[in-house]
Each structure stands twice: as C-alpha cells, then as structure tokens.
C-alpha cells in the first residue's frame, strides 16, 4: 500500500486526486473536441465549479482539523 511508503495521508490522497483530475480531463478532452462546449458560462457553471472548489476545501480543513 501507499501509506506504508508514504505515510502523509493527506499528501497522498491530494496526489491520488490530482492524478484522476488529470486522467478525466484527458478523457474528457478526447471525447469532446468542441472547444465550445468547454467555454464556462457565468449563471449556470461557474456557481458549481466554487461550489467544489469550496466544498473540497472546507472537507480538507475539517479532515486536518481532525488528524490534530
């Protein structure tokens, strides 16, 4: 396992997380070659994307505010 070798937890799940954001905007850009369909628009998507944003950040203080 990886926290045998790497023992930061949060590190860890940080980099597991940055991998499949990668993988899936690949995956994503391939399937969907229509640079418009990726232009964000102000009402509908990018509430949703600070929403994440937000959500994960908090979930991360929370986690550390845990470990502590």
Same mark, same amino acid.
């Given at each position: ?11 860890? #799940? !940080? ?7 990668i993988q899936l905007a690949l995956i994503? $850009? ?9 232009? #964000? !628009?102000?009402?509908s998507d990018l509430p949703a994307i600070l929403y994440g944003v937000g959500h $994960? ?12």
């Amino acid at each position: 396992p990886i926290l045998r070798d790497y023992p930061a937890q949060l590190s860890a #799940t !940080t980099i597991t997380y940055l991998f499949g954001s990668i993988q899936l905007a690949l995956i994503a $850009a391939y399937v969907e070659k229509d640079v418009n369909v990726w232009i #964000t !628009t102000f009402y509908s998507d990018l509430p949703a994307i600070l929403y994440g944003v937000g959500h $994960a950040f908090l979930y991360a203080l929370n986690w550390m505010r845990i470990r502590m």
